[in-house]
């Protein structure tokens, strides 16, 4: 390690903890991280280099004891309207919920003051949380898919944002788009949005599922996506009644994942959320495609979906992050799903003694680096390699007033593991910064509090 460049203007110095591709968790004991001033990673070393340096610059020394830096999470599959009622209705499975709940909700974001309200909420919660990056289901209504971009923009949330589409509605019956309307919005919605230029919120392709779209429309999709290079997400193979009536729906197609390959829908810049079901067939095909999988254990339990197995999704080197999925999921906290996905994968252990229960570390891996691997944004954001983004949690395990007590008298060695570990148990009161690409954007200044 050599010592920083001198040029670099901003510097933070403390313990910091990310996952690589080879490590699922790495601890930098005393390190100093430089960020340049487009809010890249300009340097990682060691701290002890700061008493070298005879130009005065900033840098935030945190107590060792009780603070660290992590990257900043990633959720890969959150529907933004649904924030609105997360943590009720959960009483129902997917499809009658859907119905019953959801489609009905999301009608109301034709509404652009409603969507204003909502939207404002749920990107200020997550940002909250922790999570830096969102990829963003909106609803089918394009002006208020535009202002979850703008808003996200505003507020300093990278983001993936989609207009969903829906031709196949008949179950829905306020809640309707044509196949004309819902390929040519996702036309409009794609123009408009690139045409703002904002810097870390992009669009994303967004057939709902296969249930809710013909094959004409998903075929439209496909070649919408593929021609401006941009991003897919929909759902797959979530419940086992949804996985049957997709087999009744395209009896031509060999599997679900069938169904979205032979439309040209997955791609490696595609995220499929559940796959709880998929079989090791459909998990090669992701495997060839470079498509991804969005694992959103606290959805699939609190609809009583399914279990997926995360070991084997990554014995076929899926690329696999998490994902809320409020409000299936009704928790907007990608620490809520690690702690979900290391439970989910504890159930599986429980059915099979010899099953190999995902770690710790694993999961850390899984909300950080493995999101943006799944969303394709791991050149610029998950760890702290030099040259991404400084995305970035600044973490106080003791903070006042949270919902943790440091024990006193650890191992030293232990106890920064424990420091770290103790993360399953925080919330966003132990989440006392959050910076994306460099700028601070929790706590939340005057301009975006209200
Ligand atoms: N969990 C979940 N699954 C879906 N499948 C299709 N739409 C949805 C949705 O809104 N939530
Ligand atoms: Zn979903």
Partial sequence: LCAPPAEVPLFYRGTFVHST???????????????????????????????????????????????????????????????????????????????????????????????????????????RNGTTTACYFATIHTDASLLLGQIANDLGQRALVGKVCMDRNDSAKTYKETSQESQEETLRFIKELLEKKYPRVSPVVTPRFALSCTEPLLGQLGAIAKNNNIHIQSHISETVDEVNVVKELFPDSKSYTDVYNKHNLLTDKTVMAHGCYLSDEELTLFRQTGASLAHCPNSNVSLCSGLLDVRNVLKHKVKIGLGTDVAGGYSASILDAARRALETSKVLTIQNPGYKTLTFEEVFRLATLGGSQALSLDKQTGNFEVGKDFDALRVNVAAPGGPIDLIKDEHPKVGIWTLIIKIVNSDDRNIVEVFVAGKKVVPFTEKTQE
């Fill in 21 to 127: 591709p080879q490590t699922p968790l790495l601890i930098l004991e005393d390190a100093l991280l430089g960020v340049n001033t487009h809010g890249t990673i300009a340097f990682i070393g060691e701290g002890k280099h700061v008493k070298r340096l005879s130009q005065d610059f900033k840098f935030s020394l945190s107590d060792v004891k009780q603070m660290f830096f992590m990257p900043g999470m990633v959720d890969t599959h959150i529907h933004a309207p649904q924030y609105s009622y997360a943590g009720t209705a959960l009483d129902l499975p997917l499809l009658q919920w859907l119905n019953k709940y959801t489609f009905p909700v999301e009608a109301h974001f034709a509404d652009l003051k409603f969507a204003q309200q909502i939207y404002n909420q749920v990107v200020k919660r997550t940002l």
